[in-house]
């Protein structure tokens, strides 16, 4: 058997699943963005009510932490529809 490669123990099996954390690190820059937009468009809502309008700029800024569950909760969705596509 030269020339055979005997598998690694350290390496863990996997059974070609992507975990939500992957999923979600590849999907916060498009769910981040959208949170943006959302966030600056509620501040028109509001604006047409009387309220103050949220700006471009402070919009992206509350996006970046409001973008984190937002993207976890769309691995967590991207996963199910992963899943139920193997069944």
Do not use: C, Q
Not at 12 to 18: E, I, L, Q, S, V
Not at 55 to 63: D, M
């Amino acid at each position: 058997m030269s020339g055979t490669k005997s598998p690694s123990r350290k390496a863990p099996a996997t059974d070609g699943k992507w975990p939500v954390w992957k999923l979600a690190i590849l999907l916060y820059p498009a769910t981040a963005l959208t949170v943006a937009i959302n966030l600056f468009l509620l501040g028109l809502i509001l604006h047409s009510a009387g309220f103050g309008a949220i700006e471009p700029v402070p919009a992206l800024l509350w996006s970046v932490p409001l973008g984190i569950p937002a993207t976890w909760l769309a691995g967590r969705w991207v996963r199910g529809l992963m899943d139920e596509a193997d069944r």
